[in-house]
């Protein structure tokens, strides 16, 4: 299994909300990434788990929080969202950190309203 | 901090044309990675190069990393349809995260 899944696909929430994104991936990987896409923009990196401990947060907002629950599971909560964040959010995983091609998910397309 | 620039911004070309794009590194890097983004779509990893001056081959697709590992370069040689999209060229540089070129959209017209 070489995919990585991202739940929901799109998703539109309120400033006042909290909403989880999830993602999954089966191919033993152990770093997982967060990245931000504007449109006709380049991946941005928000996170970097590594063994499932968060190694680089990318001096993210605090209304970002990422968590890993274990190995396969890399999850985005968030929380009093502003409207700017709307974004394509992907997931990503490599084989270890540095140096391996990532792996992306199909992402999660966030309109904050 | 590294910066990796990726010129042109975008190219529209009739099918059966080539098409490259070139990728430009602020430090040496230790390895350069290439992903192809359709539209509405996520990236996906096309190819690592890693050596001084290596070239590897895809189909129609070449790949070159510099002499001085602090450029590159994606050439599509006859290109069609189904090579639309956004190429990105993506460096690592010693211990540091990925860090994304601004991309190369591509537009093939049959």
């Known amino acids: 299994d070489t995919e990585v899944t991202q739940t929901p696909k799109h998703l539109v929430m309120g400033m006042t909300n909290k909403k989880s994104l999830k993602c999954e991936q089966h191919?033993?990987?152990?770093?997982m990434y967060w990245y931000k896409q504007k449109a006709k923009k380049p991946p941005e990196l928000m996170f970097v788990?590594?063994?499932?401990?968060?190694?680089i947060n990318e001096s993210v907002p605090s209304r970002f929080s990422p968590e890993c629950p274990n190995s396969s599971l890399l999850n985005l909560h968030l929380h009093a969202l502003q409207p700017e964040d709307s974004a394509l959010y992907l997931c990503a995983s490599s084989q270890a950190p540095l140096n391996y091609e990532q792996f992306f998910g199909p992402g999660t397309r966030l309109t904050v309203l | 901090g590294q910066q990796v620039m990726q010129i042109p911004q975008y190219q529209h070309v009739q099918e059966g044309e080539d098409f490259t794009t070139y990728c430009n590194s602020s430090?040496?890097?230790?390895?350069i990675q290439w992903y192809k983004q359709r539209p509405g779509g996520h990236p996906v990893f096309l190819i690592q190069l890693v050596k001084s001056g290596e070239v590897k081959k895809q189909k129609r697709l070449t790949f070159q990393f510099g002499e001085a590992k602090k450029n590159s370069s994606l050439h599509i040689t006859a290109t069609q349809t189904t090579d639309v999209g956004t190429y990105f060229c993506?460096?690592?540089?010693?211990?540091?995260?990925?860090?994304f070129g601004k991309g190369t959209m591509l537009l093939v017209s049959p």
């Open positions: 430090t040496t890097l230790s390895n």
């Open positions: 788990y590594s063994y499932e401990k968060l190694s």
């Open positions: 993506a460096g690592n540089s010693g211990y540091s995260t990925l860090t």
């Open positions: 191919m033993g990987h152990r770093a």
